[in-house]
């Protein structure tokens, strides 16, 4: 069975630091690119940020450009998202989510990440 | 990067069909077919549920599918039923090579 389990969220205050992970399970992670999406409460999906299979070709929505940083360790089968300077505005559900071409085919549960003073 | 427009929200009887609408410009739903659609139920990851403007994946059922013309992509549900009351996304790859999600419709099934 296909699974990503993200992990590392909480809650921190504005401006400071937080790493998420994502443990994959099920396929054969090198094969595919990964996304990382986000929720905040009560709110629509929002694209966050892509890497593809090899790391070479990384994306990232205009909201967190220079601030976040995805990456991939294909030998330990996880995606991170490095999240810095961190605003009221981050508080989301963040998704772990796998990649088939042009979409997203399977969804991880999600991790809470709460910015709050 | 601005969010693809989807109706609020629509509603149907039990039986019936619904169509939700979701607008972007030639630089992402009208530029590629590659417009996907994702349902979540309240509390829940969201599900793909239509692929490349129009294909189904495996385990979706045939009562829904996938349009577009121009600008704006559309997903139909027919024979509503109960358990299809959720909210729906339509996403699309852009132009920039980032993705672009529209802001949501709650289906209500009276």
């Known amino acids: 069975e296909v699974q990503m389990v993200e992990s590392g969220g909480g809650l921190v205050q504005p401006g400071r630091s937080l790493r998420l992970s994502c443990a994959a399970s099920?396929?054969?992670?090198?094969?595919?690119?990964m996304h990382w999406v986000r929720q905040a409460p009560g709110k629509g999906l929002e694209w966050v940020s892509s890497?593809?299979?090899?790391?070479?070709?990384?994306g990232y929505a205009d909201s967190v450009k220079g601030r976040f940083t995805i990456s991939r360790d294909n030998a330990k089968n996880s995606l991170y998202l490095q999240m810095n300077s961190l605003r009221a505005e981050d508080t989301a559900f963040y998704y772990c989510?796998?990649?088939?071409?042009?979409?997203?085919?399977?969804w991880g549960k999600g991790t809470t990440v709460t910015v709050s003073s | 990067q601005s969010a693809l427009t989807q109706p609020a929200s629509v509603s149907g009887s039990p039986g019936q069909s619904i169509t939700i609408s979701c607008t972007g410009t030639s630089s992402d739903v009208g530029g590629y077919n590659y417009v996907s659609w994702y349902q979540q139920h309240p509390g829940k990851a969201p599900k793909l549920m239509i692929y490349d403007v129009n294909k189904r994946p495996s385990g979706v059922s045939n009562r829904f599918s996938g349009s577009k013309s121009a600008n704006t992509a559309s997903l139909t549900i027919s024979g509503l039923q109960p358990e299809d009351e959720a909210d729906y996304y339509c996403?699309?790859?852009?132009?920039?090579?980032?993705?672009?999600f529209g802001g949501g419709t709650k289906l209500t099934v009276l």
């Open positions: 989510v796998k990649a088939r071409d042009y979409y997203m085919d399977v």
């Open positions: 099920g396929f054969t992670f090198d094969d595919y690119a």
């Open positions: 890497i593809s299979w090899n790391s070479v070709i990384t």
């Open positions: 996403s699309s790859y852009t132009s920039s090579t980032t993705w672009v």
